[in-house]
């Protein structure tokens, strides 16, 4: 394993891994050891009570961040006539029917969310293996089949972001930038928070959230306190 830079060690040494933080006391220690030289975008994982095997037991969704996450994301709408105007319009910054199919078949992936149509998912449909290991297949259950073209690239726009559990049962999601202040990033980890509670499987049995681990990019990661809820008089 690479040695740790100077930086990060100092950082980690601030952090008791023997406690569990409550949402706002991470937050604040996520900020205190972030790098310096960049906005860090900052980040939870959570270890499900799942096995994401079973179709039953495999937790997505969406949620719109009420602060935004500190980026603007790029999206992409497979889209033809009136409904590529209209993503056009509400700000997409590539649409295309055919076209942009055999660009992202191509291996075309600088995006960071996909939308399409019904009408062209058969097509679209083709683009698993480009989209897929990379969670930008359109999909109707996050919103990103749909006519509604408009609503769905405003709130991705706006901070709207995509979960899935992963094969290991983690579930990785941001929840925005280390300059944001304490309270915006504390209100983004529990709407998204909540959401995922909302989505526990009913086939999930004991401990739905194990472990929950929040961290900054390149940072040393903070461990959370999964039963806590995120009211900032936690802390």
Same mark, same amino acid.
């Given at each position: 394993?690479?040695?740790?830079?100077?930086?990060?060690?100092?950082?980690?040494?601030?952090?008791?891994?023997?406690?569990?933080?409550?949402?706002?006391?991470?937050?604040?220690?996520?900020?205190?050891?972030?790098?310096?030289?960049?906005?860090?975008?900052?980040?939870?994982?959570?270890?499900?009570?799942?096995?994401?095997?079973?179709?039953?037991?495999? $937790?997505?969704?969406? +949620?719109?961040?009420?602060? %935004?996450?500190?980026?603007?994301? &790029? *999206?992409?709408?497979? =889209? !033809?006539?009136?409904?590529?105007?209209?993503?056009?319009?509400?700000?997409?910054?590539?649409?295309?029917?055919?076209?942009?199919?055999?660009?992202?078949?191509?291996?075309?992936?600088?995006?960071?969310?996909?939308?399409?149509?019904?009408?062209?998912?058969?097509?679209?449909?083709?683009?698993?293996?480009?989209?897929?290991?990379?969670?930008?297949?359109?999909?109707?259950?996050?919103?990103?089949?749909?006519?509604? $073209?408009?609503?769905? +690239?405003?709130?991705?726009? %706006?901070?709207?972001?995509?979960? &899935? *559990?992963?094969?290991? =049962? !983690?579930?990785?999601?941001?929840?925005?930038?280390?300059?944001?202040?304490?309270?915006?990033?504390?209100?983004?980890?529990?709407?998204?928070?909540?959401?995922?509670?909302?989505?526990?499987?009913?086939?999930?049995?004991?401990?739905?959230?194990?472990?929950?681990?929040?961290?900054?990019?390149?940072?040393?990661?903070?461990?959370?306190?999964?039963?806590?809820?995120?009211?900032?008089?936690?802390?």
């Amino acid at each position: 394993m690479a040695q740790r830079s100077k930086a990060y060690r100092a950082a980690a040494a601030k952090i008791d891994r023997d406690n569990l933080y409550t949402p706002l006391e991470a937050v604040k220690l996520a900020k205190e050891t972030a790098s310096k030289n960049a906005d860090a975008t900052v980040e939870v994982v959570l270890r499900l009570g799942v096995d994401p095997r079973k179709a039953d037991q495999l $937790v997505r969704g969406t +949620v719109n961040l009420p602060h %935004g996450t500190g980026k603007t994301a &790029r *999206v992409i709408v497979f =889209a !033809n006539a009136a409904k590529a105007e209209e993503a056009v319009a509400a700000g997409a910054d590539e649409v295309g029917g055919d076209e942009l199919i055999a660009k992202v078949a191509g291996g075309y992936t600088d995006f960071d969310a996909a939308v399409a149509t019904p009408d062209l998912m058969g097509k679209v449909g083709r683009l698993g293996k480009v989209l897929g290991p990379r969670g930008l297949m359109p999909n109707p259950k996050t919103g990103t089949v749909t006519m509604d $073209v408009t609503k769905a +690239v405003s709130d991705i726009k %706006g901070g709207k972001i995509e979960f &899935r *559990v992963d094969k290991h =049962a !983690n579930l990785h999601f941001i929840i925005g930038k280390a300059s944001f202040d304490d309270t915006a990033l504390v209100e983004n980890y529990s709407a998204a928070l909540d959401e995922i509670l909302r989505l526990k499987p009913s086939a999930s049995k004991g401990r739905y959230i194990s472990k929950a681990t929040l961290s900054t990019t390149f940072g040393p990661g903070i461990p959370l306190d999964p039963s806590k809820t995120t009211k900032l008089t936690e802390a």
